[in-house]
Each structure stands twice: as structure tokens, then as C-alpha cells.
């Protein structure tokens, strides 16, 4: 039982990290220049990353919900 649950927490965060760089990555190519005065300053890099950290959580919780649901699918029937 405490076994599941370590593994559960492990697949959760490589997931999460998965997701995590995958963000990044593709936000790197959006423009923020177009909505900060200063696009390299301190404020903009820290938008950027909460950014990142909104998104990431987004992404991740609906992934793992949607595999928590398949998973849970088989006690229907």
C-alpha cells in the first residue's frame, strides 16, 4: 500500500516535470515584448515564469484527472 503511493508521487512528479519543460519550451516563443514596457527586466522573467508555473499546473492536473478517470473506468461495469 505505502509502496503505491510512493510510486503514484514519483510517476506525479515526472509527469509534472515533463509537462514543466514542455511549457517552457513553447513559451518561449511567444512574444512578451508586445505587453511589458520592459521585456528584460525583472518583472518580465518573473511574469514569464508564473506563467510557466500556471500553465504547468493546468496541463498537469488535467492530465493526471484524466488518467485517474480512465483507471477508474473498469469499476463501471
Do not use: H
Amino acid at each position: 500500500m505505502i509502496e503505491a503511493v510512493g510510486q503514484q508521487s514519483l510517476f506525479n512528479i515526472i509527469i509534472s516535470l515533463m509537462v514543466l519543460t514542455v511549457v517552457w519550451w513553447c513559451i518561449q516563443s511567444f512574444r512578451f515584448d508586445l505587453f511589458v514596457k520592459d521585456p528584460d527586466g525583472i518583472k518580465a522573467k518573473a511574469l514569464m515564469v508564473l506563467a510557466v508555473i500556471a500553465l504547468t499546473e493546468l496541463v498537469t492536473s488535467f492530465l493526471l484527472q484524466y488518467l485517474n478517470w480512465s483507471t477508474t473506468l473498469r469499476y463501471l461495469f
